[in-house]
């Protein structure tokens, strides 16, 4: 959908523009989402990702500075093709293909890790340059806009991380339909990076080469991950705390018969349970990435990731699950991380 550049808010050239989304992880229903069944995200509002978009004119040279690479921005690697997807579509929606850019994002957490981070960064840059072009457009049109960039990175995109990385919602995901999830319960979560990168394009066709091998054995792991998934937005809503925390840590034991977890993974859930979670998972497309831990209160989620900081986790930051609980602390706030000291 694109306008023209009379219908710009300011109708002039482009300036400086500024977008702001976030990670999210999945809280249940990883792998089985795929499959159809339900899965449940959050969003992490406390880990940010940044865009500016400054505009270099008409015809003008266009860089991009992004994950370690400063330069221009047709010769960015492969690795950025939906990212410069995300430019170009923005560009177009907002009326404005002629002008050029410089690019530049940061961001609060790792890529590679299962936290959303491609969906963030499309999101975040498709803001920037409609900022600079002095456009506003609704969450339904940045959806959309951020799934044709993810359909670069992904292939098929479900829509639940362009959805999440901008919402402030925990949502329940059937089949690409997405209903809110209130939390009704005191709790955090604590997560913790493995710093292994995982591949979820690995992760899940090593999942379909089960499925297509032994369909009886992978189909109920599947079905029980997608019954977890369900029961924990319950339990999200009832304030379910204890139950909540057995089931995260039944569907780890699942993901490991899956073989998508990871020896450095497995360690960090134990360290998780030994620091006092409640339940412990690895998130996300699995062989590395991050692990969530279930806290019931901020004292809590600062014992479990002092736990993950001894078991070498080179980051763990504290979440809280409902916004209205804000009680981690007063030296600590929830967006905290620990980084391991560097002799």
Known sequence: MAITQMQRRHGSEPRQGYGETWAKTI???DHSVVYGYPAVAVPLETLKMHAWASSTGCGG??????LGYYGPLEQAPVQFAGLLRAIQVAKDFAGCPEYSFD????SDFPAGRGLGSSAAASGAVIRAVLDACGLEANAQQL?????????VTHGHPSGLDAATTSGEHPVLFVRGDMQRVDV????YLVIADSGVVGSTKEAVEGVRGQYEHDRRRVGAILESLGALAQQSADD????GLDSLGRRMDAAHSLLAALHVSHPVVDRLVQAARSGGALGAKLTGGGLGGCIIALAPDGLSARRIRRSLTAAGAPAVWIHPLNQ??????DDDSEAAVDMPCRG
């Open 324 to 329: 209205l609980d804000m009680e981690v602390g």
């Open 27 to 29: 809280l249940m229903g």
């Open 61 to 66: 040279q266009s860089s991009l500075r992004a």
């Open 236 to 239: 999200l809503e009832q304030g």
């Open 143 to 151: 959806a959309s806009l951020t799934n044709e960039a993810e359909i």
């Open 103 to 106: 690019i530049i994002t940061r």
């Open 184 to 187: 009704n319960l005191p709790a």
